[in-house]
């Protein structure tokens, strides 16, 4: 794993954490064909043997879904897996992944637990305006038990699902922030914790290998 960054919150600190199944992807613009110039992106990241640690549970499960996939997967396919990883080893009711430009603009977007009715009324992936935004402009993990006491700042668009609690990672690729892993409401109505953000940080990293690889 990469070295753990600090993280801050607009609402709470936080720390590292969790994953999902499949998920759905919205086009918004960004390049989504297959690995260019014969590369191949790393389908099995180092896996621990042993170890019930989160970090290890993470590789461990982003491991067996990365195997699944045809030994040149395109880069759309490798982050929907991430996005519904997040979503089901955080317990979480939606799970997310965004990939931005240079200019921060939304061009990827993953959905994890969205029905296919709601996913279709989306009129554009979420832009992550205000708190959200910090994501990107510190690079540090965000985490928020109300969601609602930001709504404003945040940059969801017309037909997103309403949430309370959300926990979001930031994407690193080639040096900058470009995008974001974050997951919303905990099925069993608890805040997400520490365990969760842990789980969360091998499956952004190896996100963000895949985005400085093969996305742009």
């Known amino acids: 794993m990469g070295g753990r960054r600090p993280s801050a919150s607009g609402g709470r600190a936080s720390r590292d954490r969790r994953p999902a199944r499949r998920a759905a992807a919205v086009r918004v613009g960004g390049c989504l064909d297959g690995a260019r110039g014969g590369r191949v992106v790393s389908r099995?990241?180092?896996?621990?043997?042993?170890g019930s640690d989160p970090e290890a549970r993470?590789?461990?499960?982003?491991?067996?879904?990365?195997?699944r996939l045809p030994l040149r997967p395109r880069p759309d396919a490798s982050l929907d897996v991430i996005a519904g990883l997040a979503r089901e080893?955080?317990?979480?009711?939606?799970?997310?992944?965004?990939?931005?430009?240079?200019?921060?603009r939304t061009i990827g977007f993953f959905a994890s637990g969205l029905p296919e009715e709601l996913l279709g009324r989306l009129k554009a992936a979420p832009q992550g305006h205000g708190s959200l935004n910090s994501l990107r402009a510190d690079g540090r993990a965000v985490r928020f038990d109300d969601v609602s006491e930001h709504a404003h700042a945040f940059g969801f668009p017309p037909g997103h699902p309403a949430m309370r609690s959300l926990l979001g990672l930031p994407l690193w690729a080639g040096g900058s922030v470009r995008g974001a892993l974050y997951v919303t409401d905990r099925e069993d109505g608890r805040a997400f914790d520490d365990d969760?953000?842990?789980?969360?940080?091998?499956?952004?990293?190896?996100?963000?290998?895949?985005?400085?690889?093969?996305?742009?």
């Not at 099995?44 to 042993?50: D, I, L, Q, S, Y």
């Not at 080893?89 to 921060?104: F, I, K």
């Not at 969760?196 to 742009?216: M, T």
Request: net charge negative; glycine share 10%; no cysteine.
């Open 89 to 104: 080893l955080t317990g979480a009711r939606y799970g997310a992944l965004a990939v931005t430009d240079s200019g921060e």
């Open 44 to 50: 099995r990241p180092e896996v621990p043997a042993t």
């Open 58 to 67: 993470a590789l461990r499960a982003l491991a067996r879904e990365l195997g």
């Open 196 to 216: 969760d953000e842990r789980l969360l940080w091998p499956l952004a990293h190896h996100a963000g290998r895949v985005i400085e690889r093969d996305w742009y």
